[in-house]
C-alpha cells in the first residue's frame, strides 16, 4: 500500500438545512473539497458515500450514485459504506484504500445526514437501528439510556463527578462558538449544564449532542501528487475495528473495544504514541463519552478522563486540545458526515488556519465510534514537514 | 494488486423465511462460506455486507458488524456496502480488494434480504429508494413501470415479440426447478406468461421476479493460499461501475451505460472475450432485463437478444447458457444477497457440480445492476487449468 494525503476538504454549516435536499447537501460539500484540492472531478477515481439512516428518514439510498452523478465523476465506483455513527470514517478508510491500492490516484469521501425534519420519535427509531435489535430493543434500551449506565458506573467506580463531565459539555460548546460551522456553541456553566432537562439519568440535555442536518468530504491522493503542496496533509494512518452490537457483549461499559484496538493499531502504523499528538477530534456523542474516548485512545490514563476534563486538561491551551471544533456536542452530528467532519477540523489544524487554532499542530488524532462500538475508525493525520 | 480466488461459497434457499432473523440469515450463509472453505473464522481478515433495504424492511442496520460477530470474526474490519440491487457485487468486489490490496489473506462478503414479511406497498416503496426520488418519484414511476417501457421501446426498435420474452421466463422457471435453492421454479409456456397477470404493460406477473428472503456469501484467499485446492476458482476480474439514478439520465432506456462499461472493462482485465465464456449469471430482474443485459453484456449482438432467448441459444445446451441458476426470475431476489448468489452458482459451475451443470464450464461471468444502472459490478471466474 502506497502512502496517501489530503488534499482538499470540505464541509457545511450544520444544523437545519430544510432548503436542501440529502443528495444536494453531499454535493456541496464534495464540490468545496474538490475546490480546495484544485482538482478536477474527471480526476476522481472512487467515491464513497458515509450514511447511516437517509434510507429510513428520507426514502432515499443510493445516495454514494446520486452524489457521483451529481459531482461529475462519470462511471467511477461510486459506495455507499454504514457503520452507523462511524459510516463517514469508513467511507474515508477505504477513499484511502483505493488510493494507496493504486486503484486510482484520486478519491473522494463524503458524508451526509438529513435528520432535522423527522419527529423525535422517528429519529430515536432511527439511530436504535445501530443496536442489536433482538438483544437489545426489549429491554427499551437507547443510546441516552446506555450511555446513561456508562456515566453512573465511571462516576461509581472513577469517582468521577458531575462537575467534570459538565465541563466536557462547557467546552465544547465554548468551542463551537468560534466555529462557524458549528449548529450550537454556546456560553454554558456547569451548572447550566446540571440544570437542563433529565434525558436518561444522569444525562441531561446538554450532555447530549444535536440531530444535525449536515455533509462534510474530504479528497484523499497519493502522497506524489500532494507533494509541494502546502495544503496537503498526510494520512499516517487509518484504520477500522469492530466491536459488539449487544450491550451484553461489553462486560464493561466503561471501554469501547475497537476504540482501544484502533487506537493501539493506528499508533503503530503511525509510528506514533499519544504523547506525539498535538490535538484529538474524538467522539463525543455524550459528554461522558469524551471521557470514556479519551481514555480508551489512551491520551488520558484510565480512570483519568473526568478529571483531566475538570482541570482544563483538554481544553485549548491544555496538554492535550480535545474538539477544538466543538465536536459532536457543539458542531452537531449528522451521522453520516461526521467521521468527515473531524478530518475536516483536523486538516485545518494542521494548516495552521483552524478558528481554535492549536499552536504549531503537527500531529493530529481523529476518532469516529458507530453504536455500541460495533463500528470503530481512527485516523493519524500530520503535516508533511513534521 | 495481486490474484485472488474464491475458495468457498454458501447460499441459503430463496424464498421465505419467517423462522429467521436477517442476520441469522446472513450468519448462516457465511458459516456455509466458512466451512466450505475450509478455513477457520480466525483467518479472515474483513467482512463486506451487501444489504439494501434492512432498514427500511426490518429497523436493523449494523448488519456487518452482527454478522462478523455471530461467525466469531474478532474486531476485523466490517462494512456493510450498499448499491441497491448491487449491492451484492459491491460486497464481493470489495473482499477482493482487501485481498487484493495485501490488507489480509481472506477475506468475506455476504450478502443478505429480507423481505416477504413486509407488504407489498412497503415493498415496493423501499426499492423505489433506489431511484432518484426528486426527479422520478412526481411521475409515478416503478421498477416495474421503467422496464415496461424499456419492453416497449425494445419491441418497436428491434422487433422483440412476445413469446421471445416470455421464452426467457420459461427457460429461467424452468432452470429453477432443478436448482433445491430456487424460490419459484415452474413449469410454465409461454402462453402461461401471456395470461398471467399485468403489473406494468406489457410485463405479466411471471416477467417480474419475486421478493425474496435469502444470504449468500463468498470466501476470498490469496491466489498462493487456493493453490492445490481443487474446489478454488481463480477471479480474473472484478469490476464496479456506476450509473443515472434518473430516468432522465437514460437517453436509451435500452441499454445501461454502467453495464456495457463494466463488461468492458471486465474482459480487458480478464484477457478475455465474450466467446471465451462458457456461461452467464446476470440480472434478470425481469424477463426484458435479461434480453438488454445479455446485449449490453456483449455476448448477444445488438437488438437480437430477443431473437436469441425465443431460438433457446441461451438456454442449457444452447451457444450461450444464461442463468442456469433459475436466475433472480426463479431462484429468487434477495436484494442484497443476489450478486453472492450469482457467484455462488458460478462457482459451483466451475467446480462441475451444478445442478444444470453446462458441460466442461472453464469460464463465466456474473452481472449484478442496482436500480436504474445506478451500480453495477461484473465479474469473471475460470477455473484454475482454464
Given at each position: 500500500?502506497?502512502?496517501v494525503?489530503?488534499l482538499?476538504v ?8 430544510d ?6 447537501l ?13 482538482i478536477?472531478?474527471?480526476r476522481?477515481?472512487?467515491l464513497y458515500?458515509?450514511n447511516?439512516v ?13 452524489v ?6 462519470g462511471?467511477?465506483p ?7 455513527c ?17 486503484l ?18 422517528r ?6 437501528s ?7 430493543a426489549?429491554?427499551?434500551?437507547t443510546?441516552?439510556g ?16 458531575r462537575?467534570?463531565?459538565s ?17 450550537m456553541g454556546?456560553n ?5 449544564v446540571?440544570d437542563s ?12 449532542c444535536p440531530?444535525s ?7 484523499v491522493?497519493?502522497r ?6 502546502d495544503?496537503?496533509?498526510d ?8 466491536g ?6 461489553h462486560?464493561?461499559l466503561?471501554?469501547f473495544?475497537?476504540?482501544?484496538n484502533?487506537?493501539a493499531?493506528a499508533?503503530?502504523?503511525a ?7 498535538d ?6 456523542c455524550?459528554?461522558i463519552?469524551?471521557?470514556i474516548?479519551?481514555?480508551?485512545l ?9 478529571a483531566w ?5 483538554t481544553a485549548?491551551?491544555g496538554?492535550?486540545?480535545?474538539n477544538t ?11 453520516g458526515a461526521?467521521?468527515?467532519s473531524q ?12 478558528p481554535n ?6 500531529f493530529g488524532l481523529?476518532?469516529?465510534?458507530g453504536?455500541?462500538?460495533v463500528?470503530?475508525?481512527v485516523s493519524i493525520l ?5
Open positions: 500500500m502506497r502512502a494525503s489530503i482538499g470540505g464541509s457545511t454549516r450544520f444544523g437545519r438545512h432548503e436542501a435536499a440529502i443528495d444536494d453531499a454535493a456541496g460539500a464534495a464540490r468545496d473539497a474538490l475546490a480546495d484540492a484544485g478536477e472531478p474527471e476522481i477515481g472512487a458515500l458515509g447511516f437517509a434510507g429510513m428518514l428520507t426514502g432515499q439510498e443510493v445516495l454514494a450514485g446520486l457521483g452523478e451529481a459531482i461529475g465523476l462511471g467511477v461510486c459506495t455507499k459504506v454504514e457503520g452507523a462511524a459510516s463517514g470514517g469508513i467511507a474515508f478508510r477505504h477513499a484511502c484504500l483505493a488510493v494507496g491500492a493504486g486510482t490516484d484520486a478519491a473522494i469521501a463524503v458524508g451526509v445526514e438529513k435528520m432535522t425534519h423527522a419527529s423525535n420519535p429519529i430515536t427509531e432511527s439511530l436504535n445501530a443496536m442489536d435489535n433482538r438483544a437489545d426489549p429491554s427499551g434500551l443510546f441516552p446506555l450511555f446513561g449506565m456508562a456515566y453512573r458506573l465511571h462516576a461509581q467506580r472513577y469517582g468521577t463527578t462537575d467534570q463531565v465541563s466536557v459539555v462547557v467546552k465544547n460548546k465554548t468551542n463551537g462558538l468560534s466555529n462557524p460551522l458549528a449548529q454556546a454554558l456553566t456547569t451548572q447550566d446540571r432537562k433529565p434525558i436518561a439519568d444522569p444525562l441531561r440535555l446538554y450532555d447530549c440531530a442536518d449536515g455533509a462534510a468530504a474530504v479528497v491522493v497519493a506524489d501528487m500532494a507533494r509541494g503542496n495544503d496537503a496533509v494520512v499516517r494512518a487509518s484504520v477500522q475495528t469492530s459488539s452490537a449487544r450491550i451484553a457483549g462486560p464493561d466503561c471501554s473495544d475497537a476504540t482501544v484502533a487506537a493499531r499508533f503503530d502504523e509510528g506514533l504514541t499519544a504523547q506525539d499528538l490535538f484529538v477530534e474524538l467522539h463525543d455524550f459528554s463519552a469524551e471521557i474516548d479519551s481514555e480508551d489512551g491520551i488520558v490514563p484510565r480512570g483519568e478522563g473526568g476534563a475538570g482541570e482544563g486538561r485549548l491551551g496538554d492535550m486540545p480535545i471544533s466543538g465536536g459532536l456536542l457543539a458542531k452537531g452530528h449528522p451521522v461526521t467521521g468527515l478530518l475536516y477540523e483536523a486538516v485545518h489544524q494542521l494548516r495552521g488556519d483552524h487554532q492549536v499552536h504549531d499542530a503537527r481523529t476518532h469516529n465510534l453504536g455500541t462500538g463500528a470503530c475508525t500530520g503535516r508533511p514537514d513534521a
